[in-house]
């Protein structure tokens, strides 16, 4: 035994691999061996054994010297040694895929496998079908026929999972063994009943019908093998979900019967189809959550982890429906298996009351320095999603993330708890003074610039519009002393806001950035310069648009915009409206915090290379179009696509529309769906609203069967400032000629056709991009009440605050500020702020006071622009 635990520490030390030295051409040198007389098994083995070794640690064999190994190694057949007879056939198939003429081998290959030497049989024609091609397949089909039925339980699972891999490439040869493949379906052996079942699924899985009727055929006659039930409940379970069937559908009944079998394996297999079914209901999961249930108090460490792992995949969805087990996962807490443990209390965080959270928190605590960091941020995201949950236990829970902040961890354990406390301050006012003090402490010690940065900006935005701001300086300051330049840089930002905030922290903030001036790095020295320029100002409007705000522009747009700029040298100066603005929709893969302060990207040095937008993809694709290259820049392009057809039609037709300064271009995206016809010259005619005007169509050329092909169509905007919506009759105009469905080639000359599609809106969202304002107050007193517009409206068709805000916010296209898109539960009252850009680079904004009544909803509307063009738009919108 002693022995035993020497020789596995030595494993674990690394000194166990006797292959870990091996050169490629030592062991090709070694291969001559195989030509000796006599043949030495013991000897040959071991060098195959390298030869596998170094071909599975992806060491490359070039064809010539793979070719030589091979044939010394065919040399091996005349040895009757069982050991080395094996190794040949493993290496028959690892060196099938990189050495020339191997089908040389295909003769010895066949005497074995029609042999009388059973254990040579089942290797034999794995290694045969490896390296037989289509064309030699009919020459051993009867052999296979022969192996698929063969009394022989290994030879018979051999040839059927070799039936498998050869029907990928040869289906129509494999598909007249299905009748030998029936038959070994009945058979005895457990593995060859279900590798006969997968091959005939594979055969059949084309044709719907025929694998319902397999499916029908063996859920009625008991199939021995349980490995051939779960695939029989994967197949049943696939089948129900194409066909949308509930629990009425007799395939539902089947997989819910199997809850009943008497192999643990089943069971699980089938609870586990019925819990993850798509439009599944809590009545039809009853029986399987039971089941589970039952797996958790199972003395099996197997069944216990899928019990609870299954379970918490249903509590994302339905946690009602694993409430039943909650005192089952509470006994989990304290497994001795930690996965097993953390799957547990995650699973009751999401389904757990709010009374049982104090117990869970301390249950959690008893264990979370024994498991890895993958399982911490499990744990992490579920006190995250139980703190939406139960908003009024933020304390507790934001103590237990700040003790887990001040534990050893890595970087996507500390940025999970950092995401997690900053989530939970935005979504609850409440938290804001606690989740700040708890992220202040952390970045004392914080050694990832990326959260440190991160946390800095939420300082900024955040900690001026606290109680009492004065206390966060200290923390912001320490870090201009203390931390990397990236660090520094972002201090010196945050600083400033807190002057150009506060009145009363001005002065210190000034003093401070002063001191910043003698910094050593240029990006500190410069930020620090600039602020303190534009709060000596003291003036709020310059304090919004430089400091509180910042600049809304793409990053990649004003590169562009800038080098544009530089070949065409003009006396007019560079203009910032020409730039695109920075999106802030859901495609945008930087979360806001790190695009809505330009300054920050600098100072990570993180945007060398700045991913391109769907916006700026749009730009790049418009720009080359030569009708295109004189209307200007592309102001905003529309995020979802308009269909103009249902989903069935013979042609599919969206729309993107893509609004510039005096213009918009609807780029039509069409689908031919008809294999017979070809279209040619592909337009869509508009019948212009009224101020509108079509300048020009850009056909598609041609659209071959199921090929998007793409038209265009520019439009001119109305002269009319407030002339801005309008609808569009939209008909889809085509030269149509019949085809060959299987060549494409048109049959004739065509002739002219047209179709009817949906009519086109444009409205006032079109005409506004979204922009981040994390200071609405600021920015609001920056635009003045010059342009100020107010207007009341009666929403009588919305019956709750939140309808009527997500419906306001659709409709005008702007941008949610300071989280006024979440409205308080049971409050009958409630302020909207919102943001955006008009056409032409004019700043909009809108303050919505919203009271809900008996009538429905009443809003008082407000909007101030730069333009009061603009602010009649906005105001009369609705």
Not at 267 to 294: F, G, T
Not at 812 to 838: I, N, W, Y
């Amino acid at each position: 035994m002693h022995m035993l635990k020497r020789e596995k520490k030595e494993e674990e030390d690394g000194g166990g691999n006797p292959f870990s030295n091996l050169e490629k051409s030592t062991v090709l040198q070694e291969a001559r061996t195989f030509n000796e007389t006599p043949i030495n098994p013991r000897k040959c083995s071991l060098i195959l054994t390298k030869i596998l070794y170094l071909i599975n640690q992806g060491e490359h064999l070039g064809s010539t010297e793979a070719t030589e190994a091979f044939f010394a190694m065919t040399k091996l057949f005349q040895s009757k040694d069982t050991t080395l007879r094996r190794m040949v056939y493993l290496g028959i198939k690892e060196m099938a895929k990189i050495a020339q003429d191997v089908i040389i081998v295909t003769s010895s290959l066949m005497k074995d496998m029609t042999g009388k030497e059973d254990q040579f049989r089942g290797p034999a024609i794995r290694a045969l079908c490896t390296i037989t091609d289509n064309t030699m397949l009919q020459s051993i089909e009867r052999y296979m026929k022969q192996a698929i039925v063969d009394k022989v339980h290994a030879v018979s699972s051999a040839a059927l999972t070799s039936s498998l891999h050869l029907s990928k490439g040869s289906h129509e040869v494999v598909k007249r063994w299905v009748n030998e493949a029936q038959e070994a379906v009945s058979s005895d052996n457990i593995m060859v009943q279900y590798h006969a079942l997968g091959l005939l699924y594979h055969i059949r899985k084309s044709d719907k019908l025929a694998v319902t009727k397999l499916v029908s055929k063996f859920s009625k006659h008991s199939l021995k093998s349980p490995y051939a039930y779960c695939l029989l409940i994967r197949i049943a379970s696939k089948l129900l979900e194409e066909e949308g069937g509930g629990s009425s559908n007799p395939l539902f009944d089947f997989i819910e019967g199997c809850l009943r079998h008497k192999s643990e394996m089943v069971i699980y297999e089938a609870a586990h189809a019925l819990v993850n079914m798509k439009n599944a209901k809590a009545k039809d999961m009853n029986a399987a959550v039971s089941v589970l249930q039952l797996f958790c108090g199972s003395p099996k460490p197997t069944l216990r982890f899928a019990a609870v792992r299954t379970l918490n995949k249903v509590a994302m969805k339905h946690p009602s429906a694993v409430t039943a087990c909650n005192l089952d996962l509470e006994n989990l807490i304290t497994d001795a298996n930690r996965s097993i443990a953390t799957l547990a209390i995650t699973t009751l965080l999401k389904t757990g009351s709010e009374s049982s959270v104090d117990r869970l928190m301390k249950q959690i605590s008893s264990f979370m320095s024994e498991i890895s960091d993958e399982f911490k941020i499990v744990v992490v995201e579920a006190i995250r999603s139980l703190c939406m949950k139960f908003p009024r236990k933020h304390s507790v829970m934001m103590t237990f993330l700040s003790t887990m902040l001040r534990e050893e961890g890595g970087f996507d354990y500390k940025r999970a708890i950092v995401d997690s406390i900053i989530t939970i301050i935005e979504e609850n006012p409440e938290a804001k003074e606690a989740g700040l003090a708890h992220l202040c402490e952390f970045i004392e010690d914080c050694e990832f610039t990326v959260l440190a940065t991160r946390i800095l900006h939420l300082l900024g935005r955040e900690g001026p519009r606290t109680l009492s701001p004065s206390k966060y300086i200290r923390y912001i300051y320490n870090r201009v002393i203390l931390e990397n330049a990236a660090v520094r840089a972002a201090a010196v930002t945050a600083l400033a806001k807190f002057g150009a905030h506060c009145e009363e922290l001005l002065y210190s903030c000034t003093v401070l950035l002063e001191r910043c001036l003698l910094d050593t790095d240029d990006e500190v020295r410069d930020r620090a310069t600039f602020y303190l320029s534009v709060l000596q100002q003291q003036q709020k409007a310059l304090n919004s648009a430089y400091i509180l705000n910042g600049l809304q522009v793409s990053v990649r747009g004003l590169e562009r915009a800038l080098h544009q700029y530089t070949l065409e040298p003009s006396e007019t100066p560079f203009d910032l409206k020409s730039v695109p603005l920075a999106l802030s929709h859901w495609w945008n893969k930087r979360p806001v915090w790190f695009h809505s302060d330009s300054a920050d990207i600098i100072a990570t040095k993180s945007a060398d290379k700045v991913a391109a937008t769907r916006q700026d993809v749009y730009a790049e694709q418009l720009a080359a179009i030569p009708e295109f290259a004189s209307i200007g820049a592309l102001f905003k392009s529309s995020h979802l696509p308009v269909e103009l057809t249902e989903s069935e039609t013979e042609y599919m037709v969206q729309c993107v529309k893509h609004t510039f300064t005096n213009y918009v271009v609807f780029q039509f995206d069409c689908t031919n769906t008809l294999n017979d016809q070809v279209l040619e010259r592909v337009t869509v005619q508009l019948d212009p609203a009224e101020g509108f005007e079509v300048v020009k169509y850009i056909p598609c050329a041609t659209l071959p069967y199921n090929k998007p092909g793409t038209t265009y169509t520019l439009v001119r905007l109305p002269e009319e400032a407030t002339l801005v919506t309008g609808s569009f009759s939209c008909t889809l105009k085509f030269i149509v000629k019949d085809c060959d469905p299987n060549t494409g080639e048109p049959d004739d000359e065509g002739y002219e056709d047209e179709y009817v599609l949906e009519d086109l809106e444009v409205t006032v969202a079109d005409h506004v991009q979204k922009v981040v304002k994390p200071n609405f107050g600021a920015s609001w007193e920056e635009v003045g009440p010059e342009n100020e517009l107010e207007e009341t409206y009666a929403l009588s068709t919305m019956n709750s605050l939140e309808e009527a805000v997500k419906n306001i916010i659709q409709f005008m296209g702007m941008q949610p500020c300071e989280r006024s898109d979440k409205v308080t539960e049971g409050k009958s009252s409630h302020t909207l702020f919102l943001a955006g850009v008009f056409r032409g680079g004019h700043d909009c904004l809108v303050r919505a006071k919203l009271a809900l009544t008996d009538a429905g909803v009443t809003m008082q509307l407000t909007v101030r622009s730069t333009d009061p063009n603009v602010s009649e738009v906005l105001a009369s919108a609705v």
